[in-house]
């Protein structure tokens, strides 16, 4: 098992532009989750999916939109990269309700640098 | 606002000596705290949780301990060893579905 895949692994961006992370999960978890961590803020949620075709805000929403086609899956997206975005994003998933007493289990991460 | 209180930001330790980080929380969900640990580059991964109807548990050199009346609960590390270098985050549950994390300790264990 991959366990939790993420792609790309480091992006630069240009202001404005947009782009597309991807969160690949093999172990057939219902929820999956989105976070974004920088230097002194720890690990922030951005969105999170209870299952596929599902998604809900976290903590810091506010320019970033997802989608959960397939319960695999879950897409972040940059509609117009800003440099309050530069960051390292993670991908979780976990088997059932991530804030109960499931395990949350992370991805590698994508370093995104917006210029 | 659902926050849990992180302490210190960074601590550095001697091989063989404890460290002890500290997480203080509001009104959760629920009793379930997990620590987990991070090395530089990797996601983070689970090290340990405890589910409050007991208030210590232990697992190897690392122990959590809760306080439920303080709100509060820590990590002990006993005999720190250089591999145990990383960034730990505590967390608790503020709803069914998703856990808010502390700010992270960065721990140096020095020869």
């Known amino acids: 098992n991959a366990g939790v895949t993420q792609t790309p692994k480091f992006r630069v961006l240009k202001t404005g532009q947009s782009m597309t992370l991807l969160c690949a999960q093999d172990?057939?978890?219902?929820?999956m989750y989105w976070y974004r961590q920088d230097p002194g803020m720890g690990l922030r949620l951005i969105h999170y999916s209870v299952g596929e075709g599902t998604t809900a805000k976290g903590e810091v929403p506010d320019g970033y939109n997802v989608s959960r086609l397939k319960k695999q899956n879950f897409l972040l997206g940059l509609e117009s990269a800003a440099p309050s975005q530069t960051s390292v994003y993670f991908c979780a998933s976990s088997k059932d309700s991530g804030g109960d007493t499931d395990t949350q289990y992370f991805g590698p991460g994508t370093r995104l640098t917006v210029l | 606002q659902q926050q849990v209180k992180q302490s210190p930001q960074s601590l550095i330790v001697q091989k063989g000596g404890i460290s002890i980080i500290n997480c203080a929380y509001e009104n959760t969900a629920f009793d379930y705290f997990p620590w987990y640990q991070q090395f530089p580059g990797k996601g983070p991964a689970l090290l340990i949780a405890?589910?409050?109807?007991?208030s210590e548990k232990k697992e190897g050199r690392f122990t959590i301990s809760f306080n439920k009346s303080a709100k509060q609960f820590s990590l002990h590390i006993m005999d720190s060893q250089p591999g145990d270098s990383a960034t730990y985050f505590c967390?608790?549950?503020?709803?069914?579905?998703?856990?808010?994390f502390g700010t992270g300790t960065r721990l140096t264990i020095i020869p």
């Open positions: 405890i589910r409050p109807d007991v």
């Open positions: 172990m057939n978890h219902e929820y």
């Open positions: 967390a608790a549950p503020f709803g069914n579905e998703k856990l808010t």
